[in-house]
């Protein structure tokens, strides 16, 4: 029998809130409200010449407490950092387009899926670099006349093995396929129905509810997430108004969210800076990171938001570690390496 779950199970997950959390060592500028607030680690996993990084796209933490960096720089894919930033090793040049980095457990062997959006691909892979399976483009589906229409963003992986690939860069469907890579259904796309995705950019299988898991999808360009059943039935939308979210991280009972972009540029900032969100159970906002706290109008939404200082660029994937860390990865940030930020109660 197959086992599949995801590296960190939503129970483990579920005591970090109740933990009472350290005063770090870092110093400098506290971002965020309330229960989730975080310094800065400065000079985190910057590495030198022959590690370079182009897009930083992805991270993850296998069991052993090593932490993975995706970037699109062919000269080292994959970048093994311990958690204080030294670099344990690299691999990987063939992924110019990697994008999506899902780490999952397959009958208790960790393993990776890496979205290329370049080859039109999805990869299978061992935490060492060795490809299991390559999915091609869904032709399959009906959907696609040629593998150009296709550029995938990112994996989520269901309890039972199956998964699912959010086209995020191409048409916007959602392909959800058996343990096998077998196609079982193709639903969402572009288009002005309810259900419809806009740069259907990160997806993941909210475990929260374990009797009814259901399946997050961002909408990035509609500033939302949207909430689908797993046979791809459209639910529900939750709105985040002036966001641009890349992502959706679970963190116990919380639901972390990378935005690439806020509503406008902050005093001094010559881009539109990206933040960070935390939402609670019921998908409310709880934590700003690099933003003001969120605002809860009448009707029931947040006010439009936006990063208030310069401290991310173009926030893409991102990592809560299993000390209650988070590790922020960036898009087109002048071949940046990731942000470190220490949880801080004082």
Same mark, same amino acid.
């Given at each position: 029998?197959?086992?599949?779950?995801?590296?960190?199970? /939503?129970?483990?997950?579920?005591?970090?809130?109740?933990?009472?959390?350290?005063?770090?060592?870092?110093?400098?500028?506290?971002?965020?409200? @309330?229960?989730?607030?975080?310094?800065?680690?400065?000079?985190?996993?910057?590495?030198?010449?022959?590690?370079?990084?182009?897009?930083?796209?992805?991270? /993850?933490?296998?069991?052993?407490?090593?932490?993975?960096?995706?970037?699109?720089?062919?000269?080292?894919?994959?970048?093994?950092?311990?958690?204080?930033?030294? +670099?344990? @090793?690299?691999?990987?040049?063939?992924?110019?387009?990697?994008?999506?980095?899902?780490?999952? !457990?397959?009958?208790?062997? !960790?393993?990776?899926?890496?979205?290329?959006?370049?080859?039109?691909?999805?990869?299978?892979?061992?935490?060492?670099?060795?490809?299991?399976?390559?999915?091609?483009?869904?032709?399959?589906?009906?959907?696609?006349?040629?593998?150009? =229409?296709?550029?995938?963003?990112?994996?989520?992986?269901?309890?039972?093995?199956?998964?699912?690939?959010?086209?995020?860069?191409?048409?916007?469907?959602?392909?959800?396929?058996?343990?096998?890579?077998?196609?079982?259904?193709?639903?969402?796309?572009?288009?002005?129905?309810?259900?419809?995705?806009?740069?259907?950019?990160?997806?993941?299988?909210?475990?929260?509810?374990?009797?009814?898991?259901?399946?997050?999808?961002?909408? +990035?360009? =509609?500033?939302?997430?949207?909430?689908?059943?797993?046979?791809?039935?459209?639910?529900?939308?939750?709105?985040?108004?002036?966001?641009? #979210?890349?992502?959706?991280?679970?963190?116990? !009972?919380?639901? /972390?969210?990378?935005?690439?972009?806020?509503?406008?540029?902050?005093?001094?900032? !010559?881009?539109?800076?990206?933040?960070?969100?935390?939402?609670?159970?019921?998908?409310?906002?709880?934590?700003?990171?690099?933003?003001?706290?969120?605002?809860?109008?009448?009707?029931?939404?947040?006010?439009?938001?936006?990063?208030?200082?310069?401290?991310?660029?173009?926030?893409?994937?991102?990592?809560?570690?299993?000390?209650?860390?988070?590790?922020?990865?960036?898009?087109?940030?002048?071949?940046?390496? #990731?942000?470190?930020?220490?949880?801080?109660?004082?």
């Amino acid at each position: 029998m197959r086992v599949f779950k995801t590296s960190r199970s /939503v129970a483990a997950a579920g005591m970090i809130a109740k933990r009472l959390l350290k005063t770090t060592g870092s110093s400098g500028a506290i971002y965020g409200q @309330g229960f989730f607030r975080y310094r800065q680690r400065k000079g985190w996993g910057v590495l030198g010449d022959d590690t370079p990084v182009q897009d930083c796209h992805g991270m /993850v933490q296998s069991r052993d407490g090593r932490i993975f960096l995706l970037t699109n720089h062919t000269a080292n894919n994959v970048i093994l950092y311990s958690r204080e930033g030294e +670099r344990l @090793g690299a691999w990987g040049n063939g992924f110019p387009g990697a994008h999506g980095f899902t780490l999952f !457990e397959e009958n208790g062997e !960790e393993r990776l899926f890496i979205t290329d959006h370049d080859r039109h691909q999805v990869f299978k892979i061992t935490l060492d670099g060795h490809i299991l399976l390559i999915l091609d483009w869904p032709e399959k589906s009906g959907k696609y006349l040629s593998a150009d =229409q296709y550029k995938p963003t990112q994996v989520a992986v269901a309890q039972d093995g199956s998964f699912y690939v959010s086209d995020g860069y191409g048409l916007n469907f959602v392909m959800h396929y058996d343990p096998k890579g077998g196609l079982l259904n193709t639903f969402g796309g572009s288009g002005d129905a309810p259900g419809a995705l806009h740069c259907a950019h990160g997806i993941l299988v909210d475990r929260r509810d374990p009797e009814c898991p259901v399946l997050l999808i961002t909408s +990035r360009a =509609q500033s939302a997430i949207k909430r689908f059943r797993l046979n791809g039935e459209y639910l529900d939308t939750i709105l985040l108004p002036g966001t641009r #979210p890349c992502g959706i991280v679970p963190y116990g !009972e919380y639901l /972390v969210v990378p935005h690439l972009k806020g509503g406008g540029k902050p005093a001094g900032s !010559e881009v539109e800076n990206g933040f960070v969100s935390i939402l609670d159970r019921s998908n409310r906002i709880v934590s700003n990171i690099g933003a003001a706290a969120a605002v809860y109008e009448a009707d029931g939404l947040p006010a439009e938001m936006s990063a208030d200082c310069a401290l991310f660029t173009y926030p893409h994937g991102l990592l809560v570690d299993d000390r209650d860390d988070l590790y922020v990865a960036q898009w087109n940030s002048g071949r940046t390496y #990731p942000i470190k930020l220490e949880r801080v109660i004082e």
